[in-house]
Nanobody, 123 residues
Framework: VQLQASGGGLVQAGGSLRLSCTVSARTYNNVAVGWFRQAPGKEREFVGSFHWNGDRTDYADSVKGRFTISKDNAKNTAYLQMSNLRPEDTAVYYC?????????????????WGQGTQVTVSS
């Protein structure tokens, strides 16, 4: 599985940004996908996750109600729509994947990672 994240940038507080993660896999059955972020000096933390063939999405409490995960099967792309951004959302955002039939929330659970995209929210 290969992943490529894009869409980061600089945005003012209260603004919105949409990240994309192109997922390349031989098959998309049993592929769990997660979004994570890492701020300077902090550990990489869970943002949200979904299962490629599932309907459920899960979010960290810190982003619930502001961030939305979606996907476009035709483009093999997952999206992280971020709204009402705050300065504390500033981080490098990563997408990750693992061949698994269950939903995953810990960074150590994932085998494949994209290169990360920087999101900076100014106050």
């Amino acid at each position: 599985v290969q992943l490529q994240a894009s869409g980061g940038g600089l945005v003012q507080a209260g603004g919105s940004l949409r990240l994309s993660c192109t997922v390349s896999a031989r098959t998309y059955n049993n592929v769990a996908v997660g979004w994570f972020r890492q701020a300077p000096g902090k550990e990489r933390e869970f943002v949200g996750s979904f299962h490629w063939n599932g309907d459920r999405t899960d979010y960290a409490d810190s982003v619930k109600g502001r961030f939305t995960i979606s996907k476009d099967n035709a483009k093999n792309t997952a999206y992280l729509q971020m709204s009402n951004l705050r300065p504390e959302d500033t981080a490098v955002y990563y997408c990750a994947a693992k061949r698994s039939s269950v939903y995953l929330y810990d960074r150590s659970d994932y085998d494949y990672w994209g290169q990360g995209t920087q999101v900076t929210v100014s106050s």
